[in-house]
């Protein structure tokens, strides 16, 4: 999402990423923004990277076609050699449904669930149409990829317990008590659904270095990102949202997420600068 990418930047991060101690390489979706398209992207690092799995957090099923969005997703899970796993969201921004023509009405978790429902029977091989053969390719993992429910709020966990393998929320101010929170929901309404202990995953951005610069950082990405949302708020919010600071500071706030049964936390980076990057795999050896 940062403003100087471009594809040898993506290829140089995927390849890092790849070499190690990481567990996946995720990215998000924006259409009324400057970042690369979600689906071709997902062909490059399936290209870029032979270990790491590959995580969409999160793809808005309401943004596309599900049929179309099925069959990419499959392409991108055959030619990563089953590597895929997909996070899927309502979206929270109104402009990126404009975009696309598609309608607000849909940005519920049931349009949503609809849509999963589609894309599932795409990934079974049945025919959603007349047509002579079913839509393919067909994924490597039996059934299509993994799915997780990007979600922060406990009505969405308790809904997507039905299709959803786990989720993939985020934080913004690092509240483990809080996050822990929202995992026992997703805890107990997998329980109650009868499925496996769901993938408890979590994100927030970062912003590596000493002193005052990580801070400077974090504020310069959030004013860029955040773009639909009033400056002065970002400015407002920008002193406790995601994490700035060194290893130690690092590994302290994984060491948190880590006692509350996290399984996974997603860092979202606010510079392209590679060398943050290598310094936050220094930190990730210690809980690979």
Known sequence: MEPDVDG????????IVDEGPFSSLCWGERIAFGNPDSLTLLGAVAAWTNRVRLV??????????????????????????????????????KEDYDAVGADMETQTMRGMAERVEIMKRVWAGDKVTESVLPVGPSPVQPGGPPLLVGTIGPKTVRSAATWAGGMAGTTLD??????????????AAWRDA?????????????????????RAQMHRHLRRYMNWIPAEFVDAMAPTTGWAGNEDDLRDVLRAFEAIGTDEIHLIPTSTDVDQLRRVADVAKDFA
């Open 8 to 15: 040898a930047v993506l290829e140089q991060w995927a390849r």
């Open 56 to 93: 969409t957090t999160v793809v808005v099923p309401q943004l596309h076609d599900p049929v179309m969005l099925a069959k990419g997703l499959a392409t991108g899970d055959m030619l990563s050699g089953g590597r895929l796993t997909v996070g899927i969201g309502v979206g929270g921004r």
């Open 174 to 187: 690092l509240d483990v008590a809080a996050q822990n929170e929202l995992f026992d929901v997703a805890r």
């Open 194 to 214: 009868g499925k496996p202990k769901p993938h408890l995953a979590t994100s927030f951005w970062f912003a590596m270095g000493e002193g005052d610069e990580p």
